[in-house]
Nanobody, 123 residues
Framework: QLQLVESGGGLVQPGGSLRLSCTAS????????IGWFRQAPGKERAGVSC????????NLADSVKGRFFISRDNAKNTVYLQMDSLKPEDTAVYYC????????????????WGRGTQVTVSS
């Protein structure tokens, strides 16, 4: 069974950067599209970005366009979320999730989830 582990979260000042990693085990990651979602306290989970299994298609939520970048290294079984120009409103627990081949904005369509990593943007 596919297992996902997020890492790279932490505390950063506004305007700073973090790179999140989503590392898979138990099955080759290149069969799966990987989505990043986030959930802030008191808010619903929201989609942030997604990359297809081949890496040829990717999308970003409007709120992070121009600041976040998603990529994957299937040889390392890892997907990355580069987050630049971070804002306090980016503070949330970030989760990665996997589904077959192509992306979806619906979290309910993802089959596997990591446990999340906390990102806090504060001065």
């Amino acid at each position: 069974q596919l297992q996902l582990v997020e890492s790279g979260g932490g505390l950063v000042q506004p305007g700073g950067s973090l790179r999140l990693s989503c590392t898979a085990s138990g099955f080759p990651l290149d069969y799966y599209a990987i989505g990043w979602f986030r959930q802030a306290p008191g808010k619903e989970r929201a989609g942030v970005s997604c990359i297809s299994s081949s890496g040829t298609s990717a999308n970003l939520a409007d709120s992070v366009k121009g600041r976040f970048f998603i990529s994957r290294d299937n040889a390392k079984n890892t997907v990355y979320l580069q987050m630049d120009s971070l804002k306090p409103e980016d503070t949330a627990v970030y989760y990665c999730a996997a589904r077959g081949l192509i992306c979806s904005g619906y979290g309910s369509s993802y089959d596997y989830w990591g446990r999340g990593t906390q990102v806090t943007v504060s001065s």
